[in-house]
Nanobody
Framework: QVQLVESGGGSAQTGGSLRLSCAAS????????MGWFRQAPGKERERVAV????????YYGDSVKGRFTISQDNGKNTVFLQMNSLKPEDTAMYYC????????????????????WGQGTQITVSS
């Protein structure tokens, strides 16, 4: 059974940094989409950053480009989200998600393709 376990998160001030981790287990596929989505109160869920594992293609939401970095540790089936220069508008519930397996990288762009989700972790950025 596939499991996604999130860690990290919490609170930061504007301009600060946080790091999220998502450890995946229970599968053997080498080509997957893994990444992070977020949802703020009253807003739709949006893609933050995703990675096509095995090839390393990364895709970022426009609002986080240049500030957030997604990376992977293939040996541990873990993805990381380094969040720098945080802004109050980054405040949201962040969800780790996985599309396992993924045949093509473009599947990573559509959140409806994701078949596994973590429980979410709250990120709060204060001004």
């Amino acid at each position: 059974q596939v499991q996604l376990v999130e860690s990290g998160g919490g609170s930061a001030q504007t301009g600060g940094s946080l790091r999220l981790s998502c450890a995946a287990s229970g599968y053997t596929y080498s080509r997957n989409c893994m990444g992070w989505f977020r949802q703020a109160p009253g807003k739709e869920r949006e893609r933050v950053a995703v990675i096509y594992t095995g090839y390393g293609n990364t895709y970022y939401g426009d609002s986080v480009k240049g500030r957030f970095t997604i990376s992977q540790d293939n040996g541990k089936n873990t993805v990381f989200l380094q969040m720098n220069s945080l802004k109050p508008e980054d405040t949201a519930m962040y969800y780790c998600a996985g599309r396992l397996p993924a045949i093509v990288a473009t599947q990573c762009l559509n959140q409806d393709e994701y078949n596994y989700w973590g429980q979410g972790t709250q990120i709060t950025v204060s001004s």
